[in-house]
Nanobody, 129 residues
Framework: QVQLVESGGGLVQAGGSLRLSCAAS????????MGWFRQVPGKEREFVAA????????YYADSVQGRFTISRDNAENTVYLQMNSLKPEDTAVYYC??????????????????????WGQGTQVTVSS
């Protein structure tokens, strides 16, 4: 059983930066693929970024490519989302997600909600114009 606890959300001006953190429980964190999604009212949950492990493959949505960076600290069981050059359209509730190690191999589809087994509670990010 994995629990994900998110932090770092808040209000920031357009062009600013914010770093989200997701602390994970469990002994298999380093072997788990991790992802970030976001959702606004009336819209489906949208893929943002994902990675499998430190030094492994990373994936980004076109809308955040070049602005956001996903990273992880296995010693701290924490995954981060560094968000730079924020835009008002980045405003959303951001969710951290984890895939079990057995699901984190070559068949992993980073952008699909069904690829992940555990989800955080979400943290609000608001970008003002």
């Amino acid at each position: 059983q994995v629990q994900l606890v998110e932090s770092g959300g808040g209000l920031v001006q357009a062009g600013g930066s914010l770093r989200l953190s997701c602390a994970a429980s469990g002994r298999t964190f380093s072997r788990s693929a991790m992802g970030w999604f976001r959702q606004v009212p009336g819209k489906e949950r949208e893929f943002v970024a994902a990675n499998r492990w430190t030094g492994g493959s990373t994936y980004y949505a076109d809308s955040v490519q070049g602005r956001f960076t996903i990273s992880r600290d296995n010693a701290e069981n924490t995954v981060y989302l560094q968000m730079n050059s924020l835009k008002p359209e980045d405003t959303a509730v951001y969710y951290c997600a984890a895939a079990r190690p057995v699901n984190s191999g070559s068949g992993f589809y980073a952008s699909r909600i069904t690829s992940y087994d555990y989800w955080g509670q979400g943290t609000q990010v608001t970008v003002s114009s």
